[in-house]
């Protein structure tokens, strides 16, 4: 428990530029595992990770709405 309030602490007091990079990565990751589950079948597999330039650009958009979204978002703390 004192890891997640330690890294919570260190993320709450980075600048909004490495939350934003932090919840960038985040989104990104679980933008690829859907994109993996939707290829193996799982969800909505006409959508595929490969074929398709519209979904990538959706996907692309997803992540920096999900990384903005989380940069805001995520509490200002001051460390102690």
Known sequence: MATID???????S?????R??????LSAVVVVL???LCDLGYG?????WTTS????????????????FGAINFPKVSRP
């Open 44 to 48: 909505f597999s006409f959508l595929t």
């Open 20 to 25: 934003f990079a932090i919840f960038i990565l």
């Open 53 to 68: 330039k519209a979904y990538l650009g959706l996907l692309l958009i997803v992540t920096l709405i999900g990384g903005l």
């Open 34 to 36: 859907f994109s993996f």
């Open 14 to 18: 980075a600048s909004f530029t490495v």
């Open 6 to 12: 330690r890294l919570i602490i260190l993320i709450g």
